[in-house]
């Protein structure tokens, strides 16, 4: 039997931007680490991909 890979199946980016939703503002990447996320899954691509879910997600609350 094939073992499940768990990280395959992970969007880091919308991960990042529920903790962000949650806590009520924007976070950096040392904050994340200090979650437990690793460098490998806190790319900058990674944090500007969350940052846009972040800021989309703001603005239809705001609308």
Partial sequence: ???HNSVIGRNI????AQIQRER???????????????DD???E???QRAAE????????RAA
């Fill in 1 to 3: 039997m094939k073992q």
């Fill in 24 to 38: 009520g503002t924007g976070m950096t990447k040392a904050d994340f680490k200090a979650l437990g996320y690793k």
């Fill in 45 to 47: 691509a990674t944090i």
């Fill in 13 to 16: 980016a919308n991960e990042l």
């Fill in 53 to 60: 879910i972040y800021a989309r997600e703001s603005d239809r």
């Fill in 41 to 43: 899954q806190l790319s």
